[in-house]
């Protein structure tokens, strides 16, 4: 057993690689227990035949607030690079440019479509907004038209339920997705054929985007934190002066205080004291969409211009189709080669989960034929399956979460944290605020001030995130 330390963090993705390299820069002992062979969680970057990839498509917000984005900048310098989004979104049988261009919009969609929108932008006002469902709350933003063909479908494929089992958090946390269709909307009614774009751009780190969850590592351990990667935490004991945490492989760390970004219902089921049978059963009503991520190198330059394709169409089961080298200009990417990241969202349950690589590289040729898009030169394919991806805001879910995360408050040196750890579906600039929050509210003693930890988190639930 190694003395104690000032603060155990579990998790190396985002959030967690954050709070550890903060909480040391501040002085504090720090450990940081991940349970993969790599840290960066869901944003790490993978080698797919010497190409640098991403588990599904990453983008740094442009709406990262700029005191985050200075310190991410001194960490990457010029690697962080602005990017101009060129992506596509499949609705109906055509491909439309996102951000939405009103002209395009005009030009490609069919009139009784178009007409359907167009009357539908002319009443949304006047629709209820109270709604507690998705599906409701969507049709009320952006009309029934927009809703069937584009929204629904993309609903059911992400969480694996209709739009109207899903409560009307979800479709809070899609604000600015909502708007940006309501533009094209409103242009569709009233201008027609004027060019409209909704602006947008992200940031991209030069070498993939694990590069930055890497260069944040890089700068935890300078700042001496200890990070012990293969280190599965399966136990977590709360006494009265102090906390241990245990691993898979049987190492015990103590310390005052721990940070966990693991998934909320894991952390209920391996807590000591043990939370309420109530508060178990809840967390155990907590679920998280699974994904698979299969990646197939395309021998002939690059497969298209986008960066992304996002297929609401039913007849497949893949979300989203991503050519991470058109994210960054680097030129240390081969040039006669790429790769294809194609999404399938899906529970362990399924059948799909189980197929084996040439299966999953056979669907996506289907999913490239059912929609219009170029064919592969595949000389490989390899997958990844990720488990707990989408944290699934089914109806009625407020109150199992409300109930575990009362839990999660009441014990003291623990906090929950994280993109997994609160159950929410933030994108990283966010978990990295979170992580900021977290470490300021540890007094200069190494007490946890509960009451600005909680001031914060009521500013992040007023947040809102996308991906
Ligand atoms: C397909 C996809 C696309 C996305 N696109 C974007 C995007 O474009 N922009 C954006 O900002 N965000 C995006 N996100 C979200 C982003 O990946 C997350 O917000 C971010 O990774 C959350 O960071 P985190 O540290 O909270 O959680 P995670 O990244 O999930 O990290 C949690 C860590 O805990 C570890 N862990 C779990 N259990 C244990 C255990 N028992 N013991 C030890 N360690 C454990 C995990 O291995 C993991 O490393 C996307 C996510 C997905 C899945």
């Known amino acids: 057993m190694s003395t104690p330390h000032d603060?155990?963090?579990?998790?190396?993705?985002?959030?967690?690689?954050?709070?550890?390299?903060?909480?040391?820069q501040r002085g504090f002992k720090v450990a940081l227990l991940e349970r993969a062979d790599h840290v960066g969680g869901m944003a790490a970057s993978v080698d797919v035949a010497g190409i640098r990839v991403d588990q599904g498509s990453h983008r740094l917000d442009r709406a990262t607030?700029?005191?985050?984005?200075?310190?991410?900048?001194?960490?990457l310098g010029e690697d962080l690079q602005l990017r101009h989004r060129n992506s596509r979104i499949r609705v109906g049988d055509q491909w439309l440019s996102v951000p939405l261009r009103a002209d395009e919009v005009t030009r490609k969609l069919p009139p009784s479509m178009l007409a359907r929108i167009a009357k539908d932008s002319a009443t949304l006002s006047f629709r209820r907004s109270e709604d507690d469902s998705y599906a409701a709350v969507v049709r009320?933003?952006?009309?029934p038209a927009l809703y069937d063909s584009v929204y629904g479908p993309l609903a059911e494929k992400q969480w694996g339920v209709p739009g109207d089992a899903?409560?009307?958090?979800?479709?809070?946390?899609?604000?600015?997705?909502?708007?940006?269709?309501?533009?094209?909307?409103?242009?569709v009614g009233r201008v027609r054929r004027k060019k409209q774009t909704v602006a947008s751009g992200y940031f991209y780190p030069r070498h993939g985007f694990g590069q930055l969850v890497e260069a944040l590592a890089d700068a935890a351990v300078e700042a001496g934190v200890d990070i012990k990667l293969e280190a599965?935490?399966?136990?977590?004991?709360?006494?009265?002066?102090?906390?241990?945490?245990?691993?898979?492989?049987?190492?015990?760390v103590t310390g005052n205080l721990v940070f966990s970004t693991l998934p909320l219902p894991v952390l209920a089921r391996i807590s000591r004291p043990a939370p309420?049978?109530?508060?178990?059963?809840?967390?155990?009503?907590?679920?998280?969409?699974?994904?698979?991520?299969?990646?197939?190198?395309?021998?002939?330059?690059?497969?298209?211009?986008?960066d992304s394709h996002d297929i609401p169409?039913?007849?497949t089961p893949v979300l989203r189709i991503s050519e991470p080298t058109n994210y960054r200009e680097n030129p240390d990417d081969p040039p006669g080669r790429s790769v294809l990241c194609a999404e399938i969202p899906c529970n362990m349950t399924d059948e799909v989960w189980?197929?084996?690589?040439?299966?999953?590289?056979?669907?996506v040729d289907e999913t490239l034929g059912l929609t219009g898009l170029p064919s592969v030169q595949r000389s490989h394919v390899e997958t990844r399956r990720l488990g707990q991806v989408y944290p699934i805001y089914r109806l009625g879910y407020e109150n199992d979460l409300s109930e575990v995360d009362a839990w999660a408050r009441m014990i003291r040196r623990i906090v929950t944290l994280g993109r997994q750890g609160l159950f929410v579906f933030d994108n990283i600039h966010q978990a990295l605020l979170m992580a900021y929050d977290a470490v300021d509210a540890i007094r200069d003693d190494g007490r946890f001030d509960r009451y600005a930890w909680t001031v914060a988190r009521e500013r992040f639930a007023k947040g809102a995130g996308q991906h």
């Open 354 to 363: 189980g197929l084996d690589d040439e299966s999953l590289a056979d669907l």
């Open 7 to 24: 603060l155990i963090v579990l998790g190396a993705g985002p959030a967690g690689l954050v709070a550890a390299w903060r909480a040391a």
């Open 166 to 187: 899903l409560s009307a958090m979800q479709a809070h946390r899609q604000a600015a997705r909502l708007s940006a269709w309501k533009v094209a909307g409103r242009a």
């Open 65 to 75: 607030p700029a005191g985050l984005l200075n310190d991410l900048r001194a960490l």
């Open 232 to 252: 599965e935490v399966d136990r977590v004991n709360v006494y009265e002066d102090e906390v241990e945490v245990g691993t898979q492989d049987g190492d015990v």
């Open 276 to 306: 309420s049978l109530t508060s178990i059963e809840s967390a155990a009503r907590l679920r998280y969409r699974a994904m698979l991520l299969v990646y197939v190198v395309h021998e002939n330059g690059r497969w298209s211009r986008f």
């Open 313 to 315: 169409d039913p007849r």
């Open 140 to 143: 009320g933003r952006v009309g």
